[in-house]
């Protein structure tokens, strides 16, 4: 039986990338003096690279102009602070609303709750902006609806690694096989898979077109009663 949900943030609860945390990270990079500008194109291939500090490592590595602008020690000072600076910005868009649930999520987590199923948080972006966006857009008390609020800076490998899912079950101390997990792109879906459990995918616009056969379901989102989802994909289910 179904003991527990586990969720992903950016992405699954909702869209959170284009234009939550792109913008953030623009802003930060024209607040420390860089040229760097991501587009939305440019921005979902950045996705391929998940969590905003790597993201930002890999983007500095791959531009051959790129110079350390003197205020920063090294590398690693520059993107602790820039992503500081940035993670600061994505929590007041979150803090004033702009980014809503996607379709279903908070129909599902209530009736997850009525039924005694627990809930969960697996996600690679920081645990105060999870906190952020389910305060905003859930109420001040719904933070303790959810047991586990794991996040990619608890543990050393961050997604596709399935070590943020291990660290939510074992928080849970429910085993895998009773824990369904809801996605939204490859590198979580290998992510949850590794650690055991069984994933349904709600696709976003980037998503769509990646390989996502390990999953037990693939949805366009997880639909309201006037608005239903369409089942892309099922191994398990379908
Ligand atoms: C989300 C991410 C995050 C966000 C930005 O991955 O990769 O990096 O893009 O957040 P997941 P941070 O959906 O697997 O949690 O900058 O805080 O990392």
């Known amino acids: 039986t179904l003991q527990a949900l586990i969720f992903d943030v950016d992405g699954t609860l909702a869209e959170t990338e284009r234009d939550g945390h792109r913008p953030a990270f ?16 440019q921005y979902d291939e950045l996705l391929a690279v998940s969590g ?18 003197p205020r920063f020690a090294d590398l690693d000072d520059f993107i602790e602070q820039v992503h500081g600076v940035k993670t600061q910005y994505f929590q007041d868009a979150i803090a004033a609303g702009e980014i809503p649930l ?19 948080i697996s996600t690679t972006t920081r645990p105060e ?30 997604k596709p690694a399935p070590d943020v899912y291990q ?21 979580g879906l290998l992510a949850a898979v590794e650690a055991g459990l069984t994933t ?13 056969t390990e999953a037990a379901l693939v949805l366009d ?7 239903p989802f369409t089942v892309m994909a099922g191994n398990s289910y379908g």
């Open 26 to 41: 623009n802003q930060a990079f024209a607040e420390a003096g860089l040229d760097w500008d991501w587009s939305p194109e």
């Open 52 to 69: 905003g500090k790597q993201r930002m490592r890999t983007y500095a590595e791959q531009s051959s102009d790129f110079q350390l602008p």
């Open 102 to 120: 996607r379709p279903g999520v908070e129909r599902l987590i209530r009736q997850a709750r009525e039924a005694g199923v627990r809930l969960a």
């Open 129 to 158: 902006n999870v906190e952020a966006l389910i305060k905003s857009q859930l109420g001040e008390d719904s933070l303790s609806w959810f047991d586990a609020i794991s996040a990619g800076d608890m543990v050393s490998d961050k």
């Open 167 to 187: 660290l939510a079950l074992s928080e849970l101390g429910i085993p895998a096989a009773h824990c369904l997990a809801i996605e939204d792109n490859r590198n």
């Open 200 to 212: 349904v995918v709600t696709v976003e616009p980037y998503s769509r077109q990646q390989d996502l």
């Open 221 to 227: 989102n997880l639909g309201e009663p006037d608005q």
